[in-house]
């Protein structure tokens, strides 16, 4: 009687083309972060600065591009992803940035290069919004937070914010995130600006002899 239902069972399954194994599920598209321009070879008296992990809130500590329906809800591309936690990705881009200047040079902690100050980002905003709807192309938003400090005694040197509006061209995860990439890349771009300005104006040179000063 098992038998002939499980027959049964095998025959129906032939006849309608059904199978009773589930599909698999779509394969994840993950996108990359990148930055305009090429490194350049660094200056011999060129600055090191450490570049710290950014700080950010639960969401944005994972891999998912993140998008909001109305700018206060929030919530995630499906079957995208970023390469690497967003903080991570971050630390990385703007390491990346100050290569492409010949007066700085970025390094991360995990590297043990001596270094007498470091940056570090707070990640507000790194997201999409549909603000003219969802059928509309959102709108890429990214806004951060960066302190410049001494490394030795964590005296605050500056503090700069940053933010960053590029409108997408369509409603596509594709194109979120080339809009994205873009406002990101203008972000880095100012950090890195605010760093030099920084070391110009001494004041990264003041925070480093007053630590020696202190230094027993």
């Not at 660094?42 to 944005?60: E, L, N």
């Not at 591309?77 to 492409?100: I, N």
């Not at 390094?107 to 997201?127: A, C, M, W, Y």
Request: aromatic share 4%; proline share 6%.
């Amino acid at each position: 009687m098992i038998r002939n239902a499980a027959l049964a069972l095998a025959a129906a399954t032939l006849v309608t083309g059904c199978s009773i194994i589930p599909d698999p599920a779509p394969a994840e598209i993950v996108y990359r972060l990148s930055l305009s321009g090429d490194s350049v070879q660094p200056d011999p008296g060129a600055r090191v600065i450490r570049v710290d992990r950014p700080s950010a809130t639960s969401i944005f500590n994972t891999r998912s591009i993140v998008v909001s329906p109305d700018g206060r809800r929030l919530s995630t591309a499906a079957q995208a992803k970023w390469p690497e936690g967003t903080p991570t990705m971050l630390q990385e881009s703007l390491v990346d940035a100050l290569y492409r200047e010949a007066s700085i040079i970025g390094v991360l902690p995990q590297s043990g290069t001596r270094t007498d100050t470091r940056v570090h980002i707070t990640i507000k905003n790194f997201e999409a919004q549909f603000d003219r709807g969802e059928a509309s192309a959102p709108l890429a938003i990214v806004r951060y937070t960066a302190s410049l400090a001494n490394a030795t005694d964590r005296r605050l040197i500056s503090t700069y914010t940053t933010r960053h509006e590029v409108r997408a061209d369509a409603a596509r995860v594709s194109s979120i995130v080339e809009a994205i990439e873009k406002a990101n890349d203008l972000a880095m771009k100012d950090i890195v600006a605010w760093i030099i300005k920084a070391d110009k104006q001494g004041l990264i040179e003041e925070a480093v002899a007053m630590a020696s000063a202190k230094a027993p």
